[in-house]
Structures are given as structure tokens and as C-alpha cells.
């Protein structure tokens, strides 16, 4: 079963699909590839009207239901870490590789449902989008609800991050700021008429290194916060003591707290330092006293987990639509050199959608 | 007085030389441009025979004397920082630039004695060369001792980096290291499940910030050694715990200390981390016993400091040259955004160095 590129073949089973997803590189910024296989792929299925905004391809039925879903997954991956071609282990069952976990085993599912379900009991939206991976500037939900707020107009929608084939609801929000120290440029070999701005940096080091983590509970779920350093630079020359050096924090937060109330607690936290704001984006409530949510949780198992990561369900939220995580792969796992994914798990995932969006809907209450 | 490229007039003044010279810009592997119009003032000069190598010019008179002096000085100069062109304020007599204390001022004066010295009473090597403000690897001089270590052979050197025209004696070694954490990534949206290795490096400037440097006296001059780090980097993506965070460390030691105790004092100084050398110079002893030194002291003043920086020296004192450091500029003005040099300096090396090289010897006994 070598992994082949395009064009993709949507008669494969899904987790051939999964791999020739793989198989195609398309690190953020680099959608271009896929984002054309993609649209070809779908282009071809008379009972879907495709749509493409850069490299985010949206397809919809148009049969219409009394009711609407979206569901949808993003194309990009973290830069490839030696994790490329897929590699699948036939004796475990487990298929290795950047974007197996997060999240091309997702992407086939859709894929896979929007070649079979010509009828199916909602209307569909399918959503392929470029650029989760990387400030929310480029993500292609993110433009694809400013520039055609139409095409995400839904009764629910299904985000597949992955989440082990289970129900994970609500996410934390994401902020990245730059904490500047600066010194004065002097000459290493009388580094003392000068200030060393790397040196300055310890202290931010080490709040970083000492914070702990405030873990809320929130409808029944546990979340939990996070603040890293995801970046660093600073420097002039081998031989100049440096002027500037530049912390890029990154800051998950519980869905308990505004985009402006974790900003303010990290420039709290980093009193007496230069923070700057790069980046931005709210968390989602669990939001599972909603019917909708409550209708697909029941049809797909009824177990529901707290969502750490910060995924495009928060979008979906903010334009009043109600939304979940669902999607094959273990979270832990993603942006990890060693990421692969159960094939079961993309197996389940794509027989329980189908399940649920075949099955007449006076059957599902 | 506006500063004016190639070609250099050699007949000017040796301040208007100067900014002749700041204003060819030659930052470290860009110095094409400067080392020819260097080449070509000294070709045109009769009484000289000039080399090139690479981007460093030689330039020897050889008329049979008894002694042979080096007259050395680098062509490049640290990054630009806003401070080119040169800028020269007459009220203060201060002239104002990138290069102007370390060190066109001390080239130019070297390239005003080549240009004027028809019959010194020491055969005189002019030594204009590349890459002094980087990794050794480059450095022209050492290349040249390299190549062509004939073109060396001397009774006395004087490297005429900024010293407030003072002689200065020895100088200090260098080395650079690499001090390496290293982590396991993960999503920073469970940032748990990952090491981050930036916040590993806090430890390692928290040391940097609480070094206390050692001041030895050596032949009644102190030293001050230095440790510092000059360069920072580490970071994957934005949401991605990094693995790796790397921290460019400068060691600046006495000359008491070789480069082998200097790099076991810096591995012992960050015990616990990954510690790699990446580029090392040993430092040279004041050397104020030998005849030479003393005879070249006592002829322009007799005051004597030591010096902080690594110079070439060393690369003389390897070579069983003994040398000195002698030129205009405060050498605390090095590599600052506002380096400048007191013209009166410059003029002061260049009369009393054409003093010493124009009175018959028995006189300077």
C-alpha cells in the first residue's frame, strides 16, 4: 500500500485516503498542494457545490434539510521533523507520520463522507482549511468567516481535531506576546561598560520555569493553562555584548477567561518586562447544555472530555453555532517527531458519522 | 570636508584619510571594496613591494636595515548600526562613525607613514588585513602567518588597535562555546507532556548573571576577564514546545590562563549542560621584559596599560614576534552604536610613530 500523491483516489478505503493525505507535505503556508488534490477530488462529486477561498475548500448538499452541519478539518501541519513519508505498522495497526494524528486521518473522514452520503438526513457543509497551525492571521476558517460568513451559517458543527474518537468539548484560548529585555551594545572583551540583554532574560526564564498551572473546572471538565517559551532570540555578533534579546511566550487558557483578562494576567505576571501582544484568540465554553451538542454526544457514546488545545471550534462558537471536538488521534500525540494515529480510531469515527447522519432523525432522539 | 569613496588619496591629511576610509563601508566578509582601494594607494608607491592575500594587503619597504618593524591594523569593522556615513564635528574635534576608533584611524595612519617614509631607520612591513572581528577562522592575519609566514618575520610589531594612544601590552584570550539544553516537544497546548528547553537555559543565565570575574596582575598590570553570552536561539513554531535551545557564550580570559585552562574553567563554570567550543584564541603576556618593547615604550612616553581585548598580538607572540598594541581611539568606544575618536589622537600616533621611524637609532638609546 505505497503512499502515492495526487490526484487522491476517494474510493480508497479511508485509511489509504489518510496516507496519500500524508504522503502530501503541506506544512502551513505550503497548502497548495493538497488544497489542489482536495478541490479536484471534490469537484468531481455531482451532488456537491464546491467552493474555494485560497487554499480552503468548502463543499455542500443542498437537499434541503430542516437542519444543517458543518463539518470540518484543516489541511496545514507543524514544519516535517524527519516524520515524513507515512510509515504503516500492519502488526499494530498504527500508521506513523506527521499529520496522521493532526489531523489528515480527520481530513479523510470528511473526505470519505462527502463521496458516499448523497443523502444524507442533515445538509452538509465540508470544510478543508488552510493555516491552524500557525497566528491566526493566516487560519483559513478564521478568513473563510469574514469573507463568506454564509457558507458557516449551521444548526452544529463537528471540528475533527483529533480527540481519540471521543467527544471533547469547549477548548482553551491561545495568546502569544514578546517579552523584550534590552542592554547596551559594549564590547565582549569589556563586557562591564555595557548591559547584557540575554542576561537580562534569566528572570523571565525563571518565572517561566517556576509557574504553575491554574486547572479550572468548568461544567464538570477539568482544563489546564499553560505558559512556555516558544521562542527565543537575541544577539549582535560573536564578540558585542547584546542590546535586545526577545522571549515569545505562548499562553493556553481556560475557557473561563476572556482574551483580555489573560492578557492581563501574563502582563502581571511579567511585571517590570516589555509585553508585547502578537497573537490572540478566545476560548470556547464546553456549551454542552445545547441541544444539538446534546443530540450528536448521545449518538456517538455519551463520554465527554475537556479540550486543552485551542481549535477553530471557538470560531464557531462566536458566530452562535454550537460545536465539538471529535476526531481520530490522540491529542497527545500531535506536533510530536513520533505522531501516528490507530487506524481503527479513523475507521470508528468515519462508521459512527455515518451512522449518525444516515439515520432518520426521528430515530435519533 | 565630505567624505569620499575610492580611490583614496594618500596625500591628504591623516583625518581627512580617516573618514576616507570609515566611509568605505567593510563590515567582516565585505571587505572587497576597501582592500582594493588599499592595494591600489600602495601600488602606486615606489618604494613599496606589495602582496595580496585574500582581502589583506602587505606592503614592505627593503632597503638592507639591521631592524624590521610590523605596523598592523584590521580593515573591517563590527555590523552597521546607524552610524554610517562618518560625521566629524569641528567645534569638538571629535569624528563620529562606525570604524572611526577601531580602526581606520589607526589605518590611516599606516597608510600616511607608507605613503611618506621613503627612508625609516627600520625596514618598516605595513600589514593592512581582513576578518579581525569574527570567528579566527578568517582572521587575515592568522591566515597570512599561515601562508606566507616569511612576510612576518620581525624584530618588534605594533598592532595599532584603539588604545587612547598608549601603548598597551599583552592581551586578553577569547573563546566562544555553545552552552546546549535540550528538551522533547510536544503541543504547547499540553505543554506538560513536552520538556522545554529554553526554560532549561534559565539556569544557565542565571550563572552568566551571577558571574564574578577574575582580575589577576600580571607584570603590574590587572586584567579583567569576562563571561558572556553574546547570541541566543531556540524555538520550532509557535505552539510547539521546543527541544532545543542553544545560548553562544564569549569567554574573554588573562593571559595567565591558556586556551586549554580557559575552556576547562568555562566546562567546569556550566557544569551539568552540553558545553561545545566553537572557536578559540590564546591571549599573550605583556612581554615588557624584552629589549624591543622596552626601546619602542620609552620612545613614545613610557606609560604602559594592559589590554583588555584580544588583538593579534597573540598571533605575534606565537610567532616569537614581540608586539604591541598602540593606537588612536578610546577602546571603550568599540563596536557602540556612537563610536568616535578625538582627531588629535589620530595625528598624535601618526607624528610620534614618524618620529621614532626617522631618528637614527644611536639617538633612541
Redesign the interface.
Given at each position: 500500500m505505497p503512499g502515492s500523491t495526487t490526484p487522491l483516489d476517494l474510493t480508497a478505503d479511508v485509511v489509504t485516503l489518510t496516507r496519500q493525505l500524508v504522503d502530501i507535505e503541506s506544512v502551513s503556508r505550503h497548502e497548495q498542494e493538497i488544497a489542489d488534490a482536495v478541490e479536484a477530488a471534490l469537484q468531481a462529486l455531482p451532488h456537491l457545490s464546491v467552493t474555494r477561498r485560497g487554499h480552503t475548500i468548502v463543499a455542500r448538499t443542498d437537499l434541503g434539510r430542516r437542519s444543517r452541519v458543518v463539518i470540518a478539518g484543516h489541511l496545514d501541519t507543524?514544519?516535517v521533523?524527519d516524520n515524513l513519508p507515512s510509515r504503516y505498522d500492519e502488526a499494530t495497526g498504527i500508521l506513523h507520520g506527521l499529520g496522521t494524528c493532526?489531523m489528515k486521518g480527520g481530513d479523510a473522514v470528511i473526505l470519505r463522507l462527502a463521496a458516499t452520503l448523497t443523502e444524507p438526513v442533515h445538509d452538509i457543509t465540508y470544510v478543508l482549511y488552510e493555516a491552524e497551525?500557525?497566528?491566526a492571521v493566516h487560519n483559513g476558517l478564521r478568513l473563510l468567516g469574514e469573507s463568506d460568513p454564509d457558507l458557516l451559517v449551521a444548526d452544529f458543527a463537528i471540528l475533527m481535531e483529533p480527540s481519540n474518537a471521543g467527544v471533547e468539548a469547549g477548548c482553551?484560548g491561545?495568546l502569544?506576546v514578546e517579552v523584550r529585555t534590552r542592554g547596551e551594545?559594549?564590547?565582549?572583551?569589556?563586557?562591564?561598560?555595557?548591559v547584557?540583554a540575554?542576561?537580562?532574560?534569566?528572570e523571565v526564564?525563571?518565572r517561566?520555569?517556576a509557574y504553575d498551572?491554574r486547572r479550572p473546572v468548568i461544567d464538570g471538565l477539568e482544563y489546564?493553562e499553560?505558559l512556555?517559551?516558544?521562542?527565543?532570540?537575541?544577539?549582535?555578533?560573536?564578540?558585542?555584548?547584546?542590546d535586545e534579546?526577545v522571549?515569545?511566550v505562548?499562553h493556553?487558557f481556560a475557557p473561563d477567561r476572556s482574551e483580555a483578562e489573560a492578557l492581563a494576567f501574563v502582563e502581571e505576571f511579567f511585571a517590570g518586562f516589555e509585553v508585547t501582544l502578537t497573537?490572540s484568540a478566545p476560548g470556547a465554553l464546553p456549551g454542552l447544555d445545547r441541544p444539538a451538542a446534546k443530540a450528536f454526544v448521545e449518538a456517538v457514546g455519551g463520554q465527554v472530555a475537556p479540550k486543552?488545545?485551542?481549535t477553530d471550534v471557538a470560531r464557531f462558537t462566536v458566530l452562535g453555532v454550537p460545536a465539538v471536538n471529535y476526531g481520530p488521534g490522540d491529542?497527545?500525540l500531535?506536533?510530536?517527531?513520533d505522531e501516528h494515529v490507530e487506524v481503527a480510531q479513523i475507521i470508528r469515527c468515519e462508521q459512527q458519522l455515518r451512522t449518525w447522519l444516515t439515520t432518520p432523525q426521528e430515530e435519533q432522539a
Amino acid at each position: 500500500m505505497p503512499g502515492s500523491t495526487t490526484p487522491l483516489d476517494l474510493t480508497a478505503d479511508v485509511v489509504t485516503l489518510t496516507r496519500q493525505l500524508v504522503d502530501i507535505e503541506s506544512v502551513s503556508r505550503h497548502e497548495q498542494e493538497i488544497a489542489d488534490a482536495v478541490e479536484a477530488a471534490l469537484q468531481a462529486l455531482p451532488h456537491l457545490s464546491v467552493t474555494r477561498r485560497g487554499h480552503t475548500i468548502v463543499a455542500r448538499t443542498d437537499l434541503g434539510r430542516r437542519s444543517r452541519v458543518v463539518i470540518a478539518g484543516h489541511l496545514d501541519t507543524v514544519p516535517v521533523n524527519d516524520n515524513l513519508p507515512s510509515r504503516y505498522d500492519e502488526a499494530t495497526g498504527i500508521l506513523h507520520g506527521l499529520g496522521t494524528c493532526d489531523m489528515k486521518g480527520g481530513d479523510a473522514v470528511i473526505l470519505r463522507l462527502a463521496a458516499t452520503l448523497t443523502e444524507p438526513v442533515h445538509d452538509i457543509t465540508y470544510v478543508l482549511y488552510e493555516a491552524e497551525e500557525i497566528e491566526a492571521v493566516h487560519n483559513g476558517l478564521r478568513l473563510l468567516g469574514e469573507s463568506d460568513p454564509d457558507l458557516l451559517v449551521a444548526d452544529f458543527a463537528i471540528l475533527m481535531e483529533p480527540s481519540n474518537a471521543g467527544v471533547e468539548a469547549g477548548c482553551q484560548g491561545t495568546l502569544r506576546v514578546e517579552v523584550r529585555t534590552r542592554g547596551e551594545r559594549a564590547h565582549s572583551a569589556r563586557s562591564w561598560r555595557g548591559v547584557n540583554a540575554i542576561h537580562g532574560a534569566a528572570e523571565v526564564l525563571d518565572r517561566l520555569a517556576a509557574y504553575d498551572a491554574r486547572r479550572p473546572v468548568i461544567d464538570g471538565l477539568e482544563y489546564h493553562e499553560g505558559l512556555n517559551a516558544v521562542g527565543i532570540r537575541g544577539g549582535v555578533a560573536g564578540n558585542v555584548i547584546p542590546d535586545e534579546c526577545v522571549v515569545t511566550v505562548n499562553h493556553r487558557f481556560a475557557p473561563d477567561r476572556s482574551e483580555a483578562e489573560a492578557l492581563a494576567f501574563v502582563e502581571e505576571f511579567f511585571a517590570g518586562f516589555e509585553v508585547t501582544l502578537t497573537d490572540s484568540a478566545p476560548g470556547a465554553l464546553p456549551g454542552l447544555d445545547r441541544p444539538a451538542a446534546k443530540a450528536f454526544v448521545e449518538a456517538v457514546g455519551g463520554q465527554v472530555a475537556p479540550k486543552f488545545g485551542w481549535t477553530d471550534v471557538a470560531r464557531f462558537t462566536v458566530l452562535g453555532v454550537p460545536a465539538v471536538n471529535y476526531g481520530p488521534g490522540d491529542p497527545l500525540l500531535a506536533h510530536k517527531q513520533d505522531e501516528h494515529v490507530e487506524v481503527a480510531q479513523i475507521i470508528r469515527c468515519e462508521q459512527q458519522l455515518r451512522t449518525w447522519l444516515t439515520t432518520p432523525q426521528e430515530e435519533q432522539a
